[in-house]
């Protein structure tokens, strides 16, 4: 059996187990009152059912469980007022004399020619959903004014136990870890990698195979190197050397095991969220099941591990956009709620590490010549998001939408966005801010799920 190590610090993060439960904690509270309490965070648009799977004929892969339909708000008075189609309407389009993106971003608060009234500001009912900007991580749901899509209660479906299993979602996984398939580099000795190197410029041009191969396994090495330094950090921070994570490595480099560990940490969230709301299909009631989570995931400490990683990799991403928060208008027909939504996401937002203590994306991505390999990760991140097209059971559509959305929205941030400068950054969607604050909240509630399954263990084991 294995023991889980509080003080241990999480792989490719530079905080310990310990510290990322004891800032859950303190910021699950917010994070809950957001996603349940907001409009603005608890309803999310996308394209639920018109979109095909692109790459398989999903036909076979469908779930009839009733537990597996979501139920989409059909009627516009359930819907906030200013997201109603009727009010989406007043826009001209796009195409028409909708002001362009440079317009927009010069002048957010600028009102509507005829349009929404004073207290109504454009960025609440204008999205660019229809326009796909090249740094984007996800491809996005088509949204926008024109498109067809769905409006979900995310309170009213939460993300539960389906019974959505089999070849059809097995299929699916596959297709996910198959994208983590990066073309491997030659392996070269790192002996050779570095004499082969002498005389050549690391990131100039190489002129012949060797030379290029060197410099592709220096780069690794470097990288290598650059992780080490995010667990000497932690370890200056006061983390326990002693105590290693359960996460092994190959000889991958960094960039291609921080993208399987995201992938492996939503899977492993995804578990841990329906091990924790399961239905017993004999009494019928809802409660945590033990033996789901012993099978899924306490047996396997580098799931668990992942999970840890993402929340830290998540937190690191909603604290880099704090500015943009305090500059964001939030949209209700309702001002004062619209002041309580903002005031709610700052306190979470100032509640989290400032700069790069919990998750330090610079050592990814660092060198010049490593803008192929964010180009190779970029777009397979999107084909994750393309495959969720694919996925048979509309809840888990719902809920894998949102999820991939969210990540690819942190992957955005992290490696787009600038703390410092925000002139260049690529627009942050609606449906983007709203998707990465509930990931957030499912992994934070994942790790309280999994504290908790823990004790339950304990407490049968008789370990104290
Ligand atoms: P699966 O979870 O299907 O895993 C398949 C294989 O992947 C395993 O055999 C194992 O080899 C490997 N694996 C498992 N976990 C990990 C991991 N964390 N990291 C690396 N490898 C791993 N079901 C629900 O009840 N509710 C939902 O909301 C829900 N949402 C889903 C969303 C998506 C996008 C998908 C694809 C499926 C969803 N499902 C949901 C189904 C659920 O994830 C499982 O597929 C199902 O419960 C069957 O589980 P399983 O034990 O056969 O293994």
């Known amino acids: 059996d294995v023991q889980f190590e509080p003080g241990a610090i999480v792989s490719d993060a530079c905080a310990s187990y310990d510290t990322l439960e004891q800032l859950n904690e303190a910021i699950h509270p917010y994070l809950h009152s957001i996603t349940q309490n907001t409009d603005f965070f608890s309803h999310y648009r996308l394209s639920l059912y018109s979109k095909k799977c692109p790459f398989w004929d999903d036909e076979n892969g469908m779930c009839g469980n009733r537990a597996c339909a979501v139920n989409t708000l059909d009627n516009e008075e359930d819907i906030p007022a200013v997201w109603r189609a009727k009010e989406l309407g007043k826009l001209e389009g796009p195409t028409a004399q909708h002001p362009g993106k440079k317009q927009q971003r010069e002048h957010p608060q600028k009102p509507l020619q005829g349009g929404l009234g004073d ?16 740094r ?26 389906t019974g959505y299993a089999g070849v059809g979602a097995h299929q699916v996984w596959e297709a996910i870890y198959r994208e983590n398939c990066f073309s491997k580099p030659p392996k070269v000795a790192k002996s050779n990698a570095q004499s082969s190197l002498e005389g050549a410029s690391p990131f100039g041009a190489f002129n ?20 080490g330094n995010t667990v000497k950090s932690a370890i200056a921070n006061g983390a326990d050397p002693a105590r290693l994570d359960p996460v092994e490595f190959d000889d991958t480099c960094l960039e291609k095991r921080v993208f399987h560990r995201v992938v492996s940490g939503m899977h492993a969230s995804i578990s841990t969220h329906l091990c924790w709301d399961y239905l017993n299909q004999t009494t019928g009631e809802w409660s945590p099941n033990l033996t789901c989570y012993e099978q899924r995931l306490h047996k396997y400490p580098d799931r668990v591990s ?24 939030f949209c209700s027909e309702d001002p004062e709620q619209d002041k309580r939504t903002k005031n709610s996401v700052l306190r979470l937002a100032s509640a989290l590490p400032d700069g790069p203590e919990i998750f330090d994306e610079t050592v990814m991505f660092r060198d010049p010549d490593t803008v192929a390999l964010k180009e190779d990760f970029r777009n397979r991140f999107r084909n994750v998001s393309r495959i969720m097209d694919c996925v048979g059971c509309d809840k888990c559509r719902l809920w894998g939408k949102i999820q991939t959305n969210g990540y690819g929205t942190a992957l955005k941030v992290l490696f787009e966005f600038d703390e410092h400068d925000s002139s260049k950054d690529p627009p942050l969607r609606r449906t983007e801010l709203v998707a990465l604050v509930n990931t957030m909240h499912r992994l934070s509630h994942s790790l309280s799920a999994i504290k908790q399954f823990r004790q339950m263990v304990e407490d049968r084991d008789g370990i104290h």
Do not use: W
Not at 209 to 225: D, G, T
Not at 307 to 329: C, E, P, S
């Open 119 to 134: 207290q109504v500001d454009e960025s609440c009912v204008v999205e660019y959903d229809d326009e796909c900007d090249e």
């Open 136 to 161: 984007d991580y996800c491809i996005p749901d088509d949204a926008s004014a024109t498109a067809k899509g769905d409006y979900v209660s995310l309170v009213d479906n939460p993300e539960r136990f």
């Open 208 to 227: 012949n195979p060797q030379q290029l191969q060197a410099a592709n396994q220096l780069r690794n090495v470097m990288k290598e190197q650059a992780f």
């Open 306 to 329: 992942n999970i840890y990683f993402n929340y830290a990799l998540v937190m690191r991403a909603v604290g880099k956009i704090k500015q943009h928060i305090k500059d964001y208008t």
